[in-house]
Every structure is written in C-alpha cells, then in structure tokens.
C-alpha cells in the first residue's frame, strides 16, 4: 500500500504561483511513476505531469514550460511548481503513483485561480 498526502493548494490570482506537495508513504525510489492529474468541474481527470522511472518526465501540452515536476528522494515527496497560473488551471489536483501493479491516489488538493 502506498498513502499520498497532497498539501500547496488554494486560491491565487492569475499569473501568481503555487507548489504542491505529495508525500508518499513508502520509499519512492521504488515507485515507478508519480505525478499529477487535474480535475476540473464537470470535465474528465487529465494527466497534468508526471515523472517516470525516476528521471524522465511528460507534461500536458496545456502546462508545459509553466509547471515543473520534480522530486526529493530523501523526503520521499514529489513537487508540482505551478508558475504564470491560468483560470483554467482551476481544479483539483491529485497525486498520483503506480507501485507494482497497483495505482495509488492522494485525496487531492483545490487549485482556484481567480482572474
């Protein structure tokens, strides 16, 4: 079992900035891919980023060059910095890992970007 605890979130302006936080239970150098979704009302969860065997990473086309992915294996926590922030980047964000076989979700974090 792996528990992700998801903690940054709230309300800024367009343009403004936030980091989000994603603590994992268990080691992550054993976790083969963490990374983040959005779920915006009424819409379907979307990959936002994520980072795969340790090293390489994938963005949406939506956030890349503003959001960065990355992660401090000695917390065992993965980082989503969110620069130059959107009203469509309005959701709920929540952390995500694929442990073994096994998909593992945190209980998500609001993002509102007010304009």
């Known amino acids: 079992q792996v528990q992700l605890v998801e903690s940054g979130g709230g309300l800024v302006q367009a343009g403004g900035s936030l980091r989000l936080s994603c603590a994992a239970s268990?080691?992550?150098?054993?976790?083969?891919?963490m990374g983040w979704y959005r779920q915006a009302p009424g819409k379907q969860r979307e990959l936002v980023a994520r980072i795969i065997s340790g090293s390489s990473t994938d963005y949406a086309s939506s956030v890349k060059g503003r959001f960065t992915i990355s992660r401090d294996n000695a917390k065992n926590t993965v980082y989503l910095q969110m620069n130059s922030l959107k009203p469509e980047d309005t959701a709920v964000y929540y952390c995500?890992?694929?442990?073994?076989?096994?998909?593992?979700w945190g209980q998500g974090t609001q993002v509102t970007v007010s304009s």
């Open positions: 995500y890992s694929k442990w073994g076989a096994n998909d593992y």
């Open positions: 268990i080691s992550i150098f054993s976790i083969s891919i």
